[in-house]
């Protein structure tokens, strides 16, 4: 068997090796074919030779440039025994109040010669941290491979956390700038909850919030999962307490596509009563509605007293009182608005050509929405019957309609027999399959670190797929969930195939369309 | 193959098994690999921060093909890693540790100290500090060094893997896609070239005729399944991504019984 293993150096190469430069690299061109000659042997012998001597160059550092680390086999993490250097900008994190780093930040630290590991009181070689650093699922040798290679490179890296990425609903209501800015007050919390808390929770809100979503949202706000979905649970909330507050009496008229939405919450609106008392996993409304009395303010309801409001319903240092408006009415400036000519022609002309929905009296009659509905539907029916019938009552009918055809773009559009599809239509009711394929790290530009903060690290540059040459190309369904996972920000797939790595990105293409020729 | 070995046989290559990847870690075994095996495989390591970027260092990682035809050989054994064990540090070890620790350090004193009045020698006699004794390097000063391979390997296991059945350290046992590159790889380096993955160029492999330090790759060996059709699209683009880059596009059928079959491709102009 060959001597392996790293011989300990001796005082004498210790000292040397601090003394070390490096050589220089250019080796000329290659060449095509070998010819026997002289010269050729006598370039490679010197480029092996180079080789040769910074392979076996052994990592020596002064004590006072390591941090000491310590291994927890049992958390998986590495815990740092003195003050973090300045890696500490853009890796690790802290848990229990105490400096804690992910296996690969480790490994990559100990490669870079930053960190010494201890293991049992020993100190782990190279081999020996990437044999036990990399035991587990998560972090893989190809895994740690395209880590390291994308830290050489200067980005920053971190894990991918799926609770943080906002859903595309989320993001249409804005509330990135909203987290951005709750995050200052949870800073504190955040910092403390490790990121390897945030992997068992696989939570990205598909499409509309739905009451179950919500509710689930409102659990996590009181785990660590981080501050974020903590702060919109009121905001998803709002709209459907103030449809509980518009009374009891329309659940019979309930629109059938909000029926599921309204099936869960209903048992624990009708004991709002005790809601205190309801299991955490039921939401609860904040007020009962039925024993608050609102005003009525309609306009042909002259309104003009106020009573008193509940002081129990009023923050403690905000005084509530009596109001009696009439008094006001009548000072009121109730004489004729006096119109410009400009204005005159142009009520006029509304009057003419518009009308409003409410003078409608078939529109009138309609109750709530769903017959409302049924009233528009009914209506284009007759619509489409008032047509020619030698034109419309054969087997082959006008591909057009004639109040279809409003621009030549529309045109194209009626008459076009593929549609262009999108890599994210129908993404978001996809069963939740990715064969396999997870999203693995964020990766944030390298010119961005001066300004990058690890607790609020923003958007990344891309996120990375990790898989290997030998794996499956992945299929379009699973291509469809990984990007909508991601949401607008791209991924990036990092095969590895037996130590090197190509990257390779999916780059969406609509083809241009001409309707001015 | 390869350079006339002298008459006593070389101690075997240590090649560490890692859940199918298999890693090299000693200099002097990577060099062995390169110079006598015409094994090149690819550096993977990070380097230190310190002493400038100067490429990847150690460990070497190779091929599941290159480590299984190395064992069959039987020029190297494949190792997996030792159970990390549990339970109560070895003490003595941690103590044998502490103890070669403080040692070199006292060295480490010994050596400044030295190299200090070496300098005081060189300096007239009038301008020589009188007296002052002889300050100790501070801790932070001393130096340490961070070890890339084990102290010692683990003992390695009586046998190769079951190269026909998937382990979980040789994952590869019984593939059909594995013993099909394995054939072709086995073929092509008895032929005296030098291969390594074809990965960048879309093949299985890349054919040198000389060591891959100094020389073009001159083929992209492709091994497809045998009996399954190709489609014409993919084998055109293969060729004219091969013509483009100056190598040829090699087809490779090496059957489990019979004799290896190839077929190079170059895309021309009619």
Known sequence: MEPGGSRRLSTAELLAARARKAPPRSHGQKDFAPDGSEEQAEKLRRCREEQWQLLSEERVERLGNLVKAEWKPGQGIVELQSPAGKFWHTMGFTEHGKQCLLPEEALYLLECGSVQLFYRDLPLSIQEAYEILLSQEAMSLPHYQVFSHLKQLGYVVLRFNPSTVLSPYERQLNLESHCQSSGKHHRKRRRSSSPRSHEKKHKVSEGLPEAEGTSEKADDGCGDSGCLLVDETPLLEQPKESDGGSGGGESASVPPDTGEEKASPSPSRSQAGDHRESSPGTRTPRWDFTTIVLPNLAPDQPCTRLPSPDKGLLPENVPGREVDAACWCRRINQKREKLSRKEREQLERESRYKSSVNADREVRRCSNWQEYKALLKQRSQQKVWKRPPHLWDQAVTPLLQPDEATSSAAVLQQISVLQPSHILDGASRLQKDTEGMTIDFNVYQADAVAKFKKTNPGKPYVRMCVRSFDEQIPSLRALKQVTYQSGDVPVVFALVDHGEIAFYSLKEFKLPVDVNH | MGDPETAPEPPPLVLALQRGRVLVWGAAAARALRERHRVSGVLVG???????????????????????????????????????????????????????????????????????????????????????????????????????????????????????????????????????????????????FHLTGGAKFGGDFLVYPGPPERFHAAAVALCPPPGAPLALGALVAAARLGTHVRKTLLLCAAPAGGAPAYTSLQWGPP
Do not use: I, K, M
Request: charge should be positive; hydrophobic fraction near 35%.
């Open chain 2, 46 to 192: 990070t380097p230190p921060r310190r002493g400038g970027a100067r490429g990847p260092r150690l460990p070497l990682q190779l091929l599941p093909e290159e480590a299984r035809l190395l064992a069959e050989t039987g020029a190297a054994v494949l190792v997996p890693p030792p159970d990390p064990g549990e339970g109560p540090p070895p003490a003595a070890e941690a103590a044998r540790y502490a103890a070669e620790l403080a040692r070199s350090f006292a060295e480490q004193q010994e050596a400044a100290e030295g190299q200090r009045q070496a300098q005081l020698q060189c300096l007239p006699p009038n301008q020589r500090p009188t007296g002052a004794p002889a300050a100790a390097l501070p801790p932070r000063a001393l130096l340490v060094q961070l070890p890339t391979a084990r102290g010692a390997p683990p003992a390695p296991p009586p046998g190769p893997p079951d190269w026909g059945r998937p382990a979980p350290h040789w994952p590869h046992g019984g593939r059909p896609r594995h013993e099909r590159r394995y054939r072709v790889y086995r073929d092509l380096w008895a032929r005296g």
